[in-house]
């Protein structure tokens, strides 16, 4: 899901085989235990803060170039249940009701166009998590370290994740242009009377909508490639990797 997703969190926004393995475990324990059996000075063989914040930093770089790669492609969204985004609001009612009988066409068309939409914005979208890690201190990296599966994922979005809704806005609307998802939606609100009567700004909950969602999918991939670097020497694939979090 610069969205979605992670998405893109926006690209995606947002990684071959990223939701595979790799989920759950004891990582926050093992963090801890690795903190507190190296000193902070830096010295030979210790595990020093420098470390701690170039790897954690790492992590997220790998992590969102791997979640881009998975959802930033033709059906990354669409294809994928967890983050395939819904039409929201009244066009998502209206395309279940005419699904009953098997009108639904131009609705399911629109739904298709908007996940399109996010799959492109992806790039963006990872571009800006990529830069958002930068803002990371080391004082952040250390403390995160110590938290849970997720703690760095959950940090960078709730310290970006307003700001990434703005900048990703842009990326998204052109994206639905080119996806040609605002034409469908003209298209789908004149040919369908049930959505001709609703005095609603259709293109304006489309476009949120699918920003919103795109992130959504970009963070939750993320969150699942950090608990895996964390937890799964497999997909520690730098040397720093295997040292900050294989130190246990």
Request: net charge negative; charged share 20%; proline share 4%.
């Amino acid at each position: 899901m610069r969205t979605i997703m992670i998405g893109a969190l926006t690209a995606c926004l947002l990684p071959a085989g990223c939701a595979s393995d790799g989920t759950g475990g004891q990582f926050g324990t093992g963090l801890g235990e690795v903190l507190g059996s190296y000193p902070q000075s830096g010295a030979a063989g210790d595990l020093s803060q420098f470390e701690i914040d170039a790897g954690l930093r790492q992590a997220l770089e790998i992590g969102t170039e791997r979640v881009a790669s998975q959802i930033g492609v033709r059906d990354g969204y669409w294809a994928d249940p967890k983050i395939r985004i819904p039409l929201p609001g009244r066009l998502g009612e209206v395309q279940r009701e005419l699904a009953r009988v098997g009108l639904s066409a131009p609705l399911d068309d629109l739904q298709l166009r908007m996940n399109r939409a996010a799959e492109d914005a992806v790039p963006a979208g990872k571009a800006i998590v990529i830069d958002a890690v930068k803002s990371i201190t080391i004082e952040d990296a250390v403390g995160l370290l110590r938290g849970g599966d997720t703690a760095a994922t959950d940090f960078l979005r709730t310290k970006t994740e307003r700001s990434l809704r703005q900048l990703f806005t842009p990326y998204v609307e052109n994206a639905l242009t080119s996806s040609g998802a605002y034409q469908a939606l003209d298209s789908a609100t004149s040919s369908v009377p049930m959505l001709a009567v609703a005095a609603t700004d259709y293109k304006s909950s489309l476009t949120t909508h699918a920003v919103n969602l795109g992130l959504d999918g970009m963070f939750d991939y993320l969150a699942l490639e950090e608990k895996k670097i964390r937890e799964n020497p497999v997909a520690r694939t730098t040397e720093l990797l295997r040292k900050v979090f294989g130190s246990v």
